[in-house]
């Protein structure tokens, strides 16, 4: 009936014309030819859709009409069998776009789903693919050539899944996964009932795309298995997918169930790493973790019993601690199910690793984490480097690690005087751009030729690009703007991504309105008479949901802000963003901040991330609060609001508040960051103001990584720095403290050196 009904729409649109009617003729002779094959509809809306399910036999196809589907909540159950299963699908490959508030649900056997695009919207449940349907399951069933892009929830901390998978023998393969920006992870495999362990899926040939740094535990990539199943078997198979900047935290995947393989996979400058967080018996082989020395990239992290990790090739990671290219860590001493268990009878053999900054053995020892490994062993790996020469790190008693046949280059420092042979660092390019050492060192540690597994383009969903959609500053074209009232406003509103806004030297740019950057957008004057720009609203630049701000040669003034208390240069939108942001400030001059008390500079709000904040060869004077608050994820649940802070070159001069104020708290173990440097930096009469209530200039809670010298602080407040777990590293170093406050810290384990303090 609804094949009638179809031909009858073709018929009317074949009288509009030739071209048309052939077109109309082809549609019908395809649509006959697929209604008398397969009892197929195509299907308009979710009323057709929902009747066609109901009425679906093995061999059923449903086509979903091309164009945007919104708020649509999917329900797809059916029984197909092996030889006819029930497919849902577009019509035309990436022509239905599922948007709004929408989500999939299916259970059943034998059902495929193919063809869809996940776009402009999210889930309004935990899911957007659901391989269930209240407690019914889907079984060997497939979910292929679909795409979700993007499409994640507004609340940044309102956590879901973009793809659950339960049941047994499922697949998922060729899709693309991209741009998740809210917690939860992109894809996960749960085991919470016995229907769904031992379950033997098959993720493959997927486009796992990039997936900003999340600043929070909750941003895994993959998952297969919880913490509470994690002695039962999944064995499950993660092969020839492609993962590509997949950053979220530092699992990009979390193994907690036993029995799984990850085989031929790609990990393109992914920051983070394969963690084989709870289960055994899993092995890891011929995975290609290409960092390029890229920040916090890492590789393959082994704990629990009789794992295999072989012939993979780590190249130019930086990660370190559990980040590193491989760890193998300590365990709990009868470990309750949800902490570390102890590394029994696990190998990492045959491993080949270049330039990559980190190998560590017993890592995570300390008073609970004290078993160390026992019957495993580290056997034929090659180590060749020439960034960190001193790679290898030693946490505790490595004796259950039979160490053996490794090659070490002959520049570096190998942990232990057996079992590791230094052999000359030869190492060059590929035709495939690889880095290789050569072919008689390959033989000897067993390696085999060095070849990626699977190339980018052979995975994900054919029709979807994997072009970045992110638009870096200065990628558009540039636009000159004249002095004036609102100019600079109207220039702003009417630019496109990565636009540069070219101001005159020595113009005056007053806004009487608020500035809203919806997207990465320079602001700058050529060198000479820098700009000045001036509000008469409680801030000047208000960043939005996927807006940047860069800032160069320009000259700040806060003498047209309104006399308030509160106001800001800069401000993170006040509600919840799901895309990170950038702030670059360059050859700039930023002062009179005076309008009232607690004028900042860069005012941050709760559920807002910074990818970076760089202050550069800047100076600012006279400001009545601070330069950045990012303290604003009090919890203490591990969430932060910066990942890197870069203050270089620039001087600071009474400003009553801090120059920086960083918190992020509690003892979450995922994530990188806070990252801070600090360098060739004067402060001047600062941080003394009394709503000052950290009563530091320069406060650093919690940073992962800090890096402060050449900085010289005088007549100013001092120092805190609070460490936290997670192993910080911290240096300070030729700092000059002159009738200012102390470094005052609640650990004597950062590293100081030429400290002067000078009253
Ligand atoms: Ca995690």
Redesign the pocket.
Known sequence: MRCTQNRRIVMINQKHSFNRSLYAILALIIFAFSCGQQGGSLVKNLDELNAAVAAAQPGTTITMANGVWENVEIVFIGKGTKESPITLTAETPGEVIISGQSNLQFSGEYLVVSNLVFKNGYTPTSDVINFRTGNNLANNSRLTNCVIDNFSNPERFDSDTWVMVHGKNNVVDHNSFVGKGNQGVTLAIRMDTLASQENGHIIEYNYFGPRQVLGS????TV?IGTSHYSRSYSNSIVRSNYFDRANG???II?NKSCGNQFIGNVFFECQGTL?M?HGHHTLVENNYFIGNGKQSTGGIRIINEYQTVRKNYLFGLTGHRFRGALVIMNGVPNSPINRYNQVVDSEMNNNLVIDSDYIQFCAGSDKERSAVPVGSAFKNNAILTKTNLDPFTVYDDISGITMEGNLVSDNAKVPIATGFEKVAYDVTKNAEGLWVPNDKLLEKIGFGKVALPVAKNQTGASYYSKDDLVKPFGSGVEIKVASGTNTLLKALNASKPGDVLMLENGGKYLMTKYAMIKHPITIKTNDGAKAMIQSEKQNFFQIENGGALQLQNILIDGAESPDQAGNSVISTSKYSMNKNYALVVENCEVRDLDKNYAFDFLKSYKHTFADSINIINTTMTNITGSIMNLDQEMEDLGIYNVENVNIKGSTFTDVQGAITNVYRGGTDE?TFGPIMTISDVVINNSGKGSRNKIGAVLRFHGVQKLDVSNVKINGSAGIDLYQTNGDPISVLKNIELKDSGKIISNSNTYSQENISIIK
């Open positions: 535990n909750g941003g895994e998952r935290e530092h699992e979390s963690t967080r995922s």
